[in-house]
């Protein structure tokens, strides 16, 4: 019974990838569906019925920027433990981590929950059997509202993550990430690192306070793409919450804008390595901003295109100082960072960043050519079915206008967005957020 759901699983979301990006070539229009829940939960809801498959995304705000000073690290290990065990409920058994991996194989269903800086998030994926699909997500609903969090477990599940931690460390790229991240931001909470002192600090208390004051139904976006009309979507979506507290959510706390940088910083770590790791770069952009297509299409130009970009051509054909270079902005509810990234000889690092801080200079002063500017265009446009060739892609892009409040036909009118954009428009915008003389240039390899 299991082998043939999983291959029935397997073979459902091939076909659903041909048949999705069939209908998307054929029709322009992506109808989703929103509305609100009376618990306050948003739902977003794309039918897509060829297969019998059913993917789901639940987001709270409650990833690593609501982490408490010196606790960094709570958003991400109270989504893991989540998956570690669920309390008894009524007729209902408690499971432990065993348990509960075993009633996910039986059900021949995916489920698991990770934080990143803005969000926890869970996702669901089931067979759209009604009776399946049901069983998934009551399970589902005890995960996320009655998780058991053992302390056994947390206690070792802490010294892995610990050991984790020492050995990352070991390689460069570990203190080069931390300290570039630092330096960018601060004292926001998208700089807070998690270490061996912070998972110290953090109690079982903790997460069962997390989970109890953040993932609220009220405060719930959930992202369906499946094989399900809206009223089968709509209560699906219950069910899924139906084990959280109800009520009216109280309003979080703001979160300070990260601040821009006042002067530049250079960084320099030695390190006993082959290669030395560069990061280049500053505070971008949050993804409200008005500028984002403008700055998704210069970056695709200066440092996001691969080997056609700028930062290739200059920093790698030319001088060979590296095998791959790469810009690119990561916008969150927050400004997060533009960066440029390379891996070079440590000899080579001192022209490295020159270079790239020369091509930057010249990007942001002079903006691109005419057959840049098409070729890019051309390229992202060429390339745009592909971001939506599975119900997989097509959930994380839905997820995407949820959490970020944008137009429900973002998807329809993209590639019209990135057609509009003029060389005067991507010159303009990096000149608004980008300032070649404050970045921060961190470096670590070579000897002292």
Same mark, same amino acid.
């Given at each position: 019974?299991?082998?043939?759901?999983?291959?029935?699983?397997?073979?459902?979301?091939?076909?659903?990838?041909?048949?999705?990006?069939?209908?998307?070539?054929?029709h322009a229009a992506l109808p989703i569906q929103?509305?609100?829940?009376?618990?306050?939960?948003?739902?977003?809801?794309?039918?897509?019925?060829?297969?019998?498959?059913?993917?789901?995304?639940?987001?709270?705000?409650?990833?690593?920027?609501?982490?408490?000073?010196?606790?960094?690290?709570?958003?991400?290990?109270?989504?893991?433990?989540?998956?570690?065990?669920?309390?008894?409920?009524?007729?209902?058994?408690?499971?432990?981590?065993?348990?509960?991996?075993?009633?996910?194989?039986?059900?021949?269903?995916?489920?698991?929950?990770?934080?990143?800086?803005?969000?926890?998030?869970?996702?669901?994926?089931?067979?759209?059997?009604?009776?399946?699909?049901?069983?998934?997500?009551?399970?589902?609903?005890? %995960?996320?509202?009655?998780? @058991?969090?053992?302390? !056994?477990?947390?206690?070792?599940?802490? /010294? $892995? *993550?610990? &050991?984790? +931690?020492?050995?990352?460390?070991?390689?460069?790229?570990?203190?080069?990430?931390?300290?570039?991240?630092?330096?960018?931001?601060?004292?926001?909470?998208?700089? %807070?690192?998690?270490?061996? @002192?912070?998972?110290? !600090?953090?109690?079982?208390?903790?997460? /069962? $306070? *997390?989970? &109890?004051? +953040?993932?609220?139904?009220?405060?719930?976006?959930?992202?369906?793409?499946?094989?399900?009309?809206?009223?089968?979507?709509?209560?699906?979506?219950?069910?899924?919450?139906?084990?959280?507290? @109800?009520?009216?959510?109280a309003a979080l706390p703001p979160v300070a804008?990260?601040?821009?940088?006042?002067?530049?910083?250079?960084?320099?770590?030695?390190?006993?390595?082959?290669?030395?790791?560069?990061?280049?770069?500053?505070?971008?952009?949050?993804?409200?901003?008005?500028?984002?297509?403008?700055?998704?299409?210069?970056?695709?130009?200066?440092?996001?295109?691969?080997?056609?970009?700028?930062?290739?051509?200059?920093?790698?054909?030319?001088?060979?100082?590296?095998?791959?270079?790469?810009?690119?902005?990561?916008?969150?509810?927050?400004?997060?960072?533009?960066?440029?990234?390379?891996?070079?000889?440590?000899?080579?690092?001192?022209?490295?960043?020159?270079?790239?801080?020369?091509?930057?200079?010249?990007?942001?002063?002079?903006?691109?050519?005419?057959?840049?500017?098409?070729?890019?265009?051309?390229?992202?446009?060429?390339?745009?079915?592909?971001?939506?060739?599975?119900?997989?892609?097509?959930?994380?892009?839905?997820?995407?206008?949820?959490?970020?409040?944008?137009?429900?036909?973002?998807?329809?009118?993209?590639?019209?967005?990135?057609?509009?954009?003029?060389?005067?428009?991507?010159?303009?915008?990096?000149?608004?957020?980008?300032?070649?003389?404050?970045?921060?240039?961190?470096?670590?390899?070579?000897?002292?």
């Open positions: 019974m299991l082998m043939t759901m999983k291959k029935i699983a397997a073979r459902a979301g091939t076909a659903g990838a041909m048949a999705l990006f069939a209908s998307m070539t054929a929103h509305w609100t829940q009376p618990s306050g939960a948003q739902v977003y809801f794309v039918a897509s019925p060829t297969v019998p498959i059913v993917d789901v995304q639940i987001d709270f705000d409650a990833g690593s920027r609501r982490d408490p000073a010196g606790q960094a690290g709570l958003a991400s290990v109270t989504a893991r433990m989540a998956g570690k065990g669920v309390k008894a409920h009524g007729t209902e058994p408690a499971l432990d981590e065993n348990g509960l991996d075993d009633a996910w194989a039986d059900l021949g269903a995916q489920f698991g929950g990770s934080a990143g800086q803005d969000r926890t998030s869970f996702g669901l994926r089931s067979l759209a059997d009604p009776a399946l699909l049901d069983r998934a997500a009551r399970l589902a609903a005890r %995960q996320i509202g009655e998780p @058991a969090f053992p302390d !056994a477990v947390w206690q070792r599940e802490r /010294q $892995r *993550l610990t &050991a984790a +931690l020492r050995e990352a460390e070991t390689r460069p790229g570990t203190p080069a990430a931390r300290a570039y991240a630092q330096a960018v931001f601060g004292s926001h909470p998208y700089g %807070q690192q998690t270490t061996e @002192a912070t998972l110290s !600090a953090i109690s079982v208390a903790d997460l /069962q $306070r *997390l989970q &109890a004051q +953040l993932w609220r139904p009220c405060a719930a976006k959930v992202s369906i793409v499946g094989a399900l009309d809206r009223a089968r979507a709509d209560a699906l979506a219950i069910t899924l919450l139906s084990r959280l507290p @109800a009520g009216a959510c804008e990260v601040a821009p940088l006042a002067a530049p910083q250079d960084i320099r770590i030695p390190f006993a390595s082959a290669q030395a790791h560069v990061y280049l770069g500053q505070p971008g952009v949050r993804r409200a901003d008005p500028d984002y297509f403008p700055l998704i299409v210069g970056n695709y130009i200066l440092g996001g295109g691969g080997f056609v970009s700028r930062l290739t051509e200059q920093v790698r054909e030319k001088r060979g100082l590296t095998y791959g270079v790469s810009s690119g902005f990561d916008p969150g509810l927050h400004a997060g960072a533009f960066t440029i990234a390379l891996q070079t000889r440590p000899d080579q690092a001192a022209q490295a960043v020159a270079v790239s801080k020369e091509v930057l200079e010249r990007f942001v002063a002079d903006g691109p050519t005419a057959a840049e500017l098409k070729a890019a265009q051309d390229n992202l446009i060429g390339g745009f079915p592909l971001r939506l060739d599975s119900n997989a892609k097509l959930l994380g892009n839905v997820a995407n206008i949820a959490w970020n409040g944008l137009p429900l036909d973002y998807l329809d009118t993209w590639t019209d967005q990135v057609r509009k954009v003029t060389a005067a428009d991507i010159r303009a915008a990096f000149q608004r957020h980008l300032l070649p003389d404050r970045m921060v240039t961190v470096v670590v390899g070579g000897a002292p």
